[in-house]
């Protein structure tokens, strides 16, 4: 029975990893720069290099490790 727990637990952890490494690594804005068409939140030419593997395998083994617990306790 202290599987899904501890699943529950390491699989919102592997999400608050990914939520912070993609918002928390860099300023989402600069507020003194009002010389902006459309101000927005969204950083000049970031990409998609925050959603690759490099920077998120640790979230999403987390993840991954918390599913597998999630399914071993649900058919335990």
Same mark, same amino acid.
């Given at each position: %029975? +202290?599987e ?12 608050? @990893?990914? @939520? +912070?490494?993609?918002?928390?690594? =860099?300023?989402?804005?600069?507020p ?9 939140l969204?950083?000049? =030419?970031?990409?998609? =290099? @925050?959603?690759?593997l490099? =920077?998120? +395998?640790?979230?999403?083994?987390? %993840? &991954?490790?918390? &599913?597998?617990?999630?399914i071993?306790? &649900?058919? &335990?």
């Amino acid at each position: %029975m +202290w599987e899904i727990p501890v699943g529950v637990l390491l699989f919102i952890c592997g999400l608050l @990893f990914l @939520f +912070w490494k993609a918002l928390g690594q =860099r300023r989402l804005s600069d507020p003194h720069k009002l010389d902006q068409e459309s101000p927005t939140l969204e950083p000049r =030419r970031q990409g998609l =290099r @925050f959603l690759g593997l490099n =920077r998120n +395998w640790p979230g999403l083994g987390l %993840m &991954a490790v918390g &599913a597998i617990l999630l399914i071993s306790g &649900a058919f &335990a």
